[in-house]
């Protein structure tokens, strides 16, 4: 799922690209893609975007008349920048939109379909989409640790709660907490003051190193590869691979369609995090420690 960072380089090349034209033409390719009826979605074309940005994950065209296009790509929406007129790609084309000098294509690789687009009228209505998190990278670290002290949740689940911080997901989560050297099953009331500096810094460190990546891979052109896996990540999606910082295999915990990727020698002072399958499945021999993890390897019990 794209997230702040992601986010952010969109806001800034569709800010470039279609602030002030006016939007020609709307076309729904997909029956599920329009979550919304009132206004009907006709009512924004020959509207010009006065403005583009986020909220959340979300993407906010703002448009004459008060008119708001509400974008969520969830895990496999991506948007696609291409010529006037360009047809929407087959099953995975949502919708288009016509504008004179080229067509912004919302599409989605997935058969789930949960890339949403809403059309709201009024600041109040594009209010309702807001969860209320704070925005990091514009908080102080006073304001970052008292929204994260404000209920009792591991590290992982706080910062991936957009009622708590806005805009950050499961792969920037991982990151941010590698960075900090901490576990991502701590419990948020666990955190003493260092510890909460150490991770306001390290998440205002990875989100603003992201997008000044992202901004320079991406240059002039629009993001066309928009992944939540990235090989210059330090833990996301690089289970078994050896840290960047220890060289200590990544361990990973799967839970639904989420995932945490950690080093346990940089963030749990070695201690395995029990993945919820795999630790029923072995009960007693669930190794707790890497030593644990060496020796079950070496007699094949894992």
């Not at 955190?191 to 500096?197: I, K, M, S, T």
């Not at 630790?279 to 390897?297: D, F, G, M, Y």
Request: net charge positive.
């Amino acid at each position: 799922m794209p997230e702040l960072p992601q986010v952010a380089i969109y806001i800034e090349r569709l800010d470039a690209l279609i602030n002030g034209h006016a939007l020609e033409r709307v076309r729904l390719t997909s029956l599920f893609v329009l979550r919304s009826t009132v206004p009907p979605i006709d009512e924004v074309v020959g509207k010009r975007v006065v403005g583009v940005r986020r909220l959340g994950k979300r993407i906010l065209l703002a448009m004459e008349d008060e008119l708001f296009l509400v974008i969520h790509l969830m895990i496999a929406g991506r948007l696609r920048w291409r010529k006037r007129g360009a047809a929407a790609p087959g099953r995975a084309g949502l919708a288009a939109f016509d504008f004179a000098h080229g067509t912004l294509l919302f599409t989605e690789a997935s058969a789930k379909k949960r890339a949403s687009l809403h059309l709201v009228r009024g600041e109040a209505e594009v209010a309702a989409f807001d969860r209320g998190g704070l925005e990091l990278l514009e908080a102080s670290a006073a304001e970052f640790r008292g929204a994260l002290r404000r209920e009792n949740h591991t590290l992982k689940r706080a910062l991936t709660d957009p009622r708590i911080l806005s805009g950050i997901g499961n792969a920037f989560s991982d990151e941010i907490l590698h960075r900090a050297q901490l576990s991502p099953f701590k419990q948020t009331h666990q955190l003493d003051a260092n510890e909460c500096d150490r991770l306001y810094r390290a998440a205002t460190e990875v989100l603003v190193e992201w997008i000044e990546r992202l901004r320079g891979e991406v240059g002039d052109g629009f993001p066309e590869k928009v992944t939540a896996f990235h090989a210059a990540m330090a833990v996301h999606g690089k289970y078994r691979q050896p840290c960047p910082r220890c060289g200590t295999p990544i361990q990973r915990i799967v839970y639904g369609e989420n995932e945490a990727n950690y080093c346990a020698t940089c963030q749990t002072g070695g201690r395995l995090l029990a993945d919820r399958a795999l630790s029923r499945l072995l009960k007693s021999n669930w190794p707790r420690t890497l030593e644990e993890l060496e020796e079950r390897k070496s007699s094949s019990l894992l």
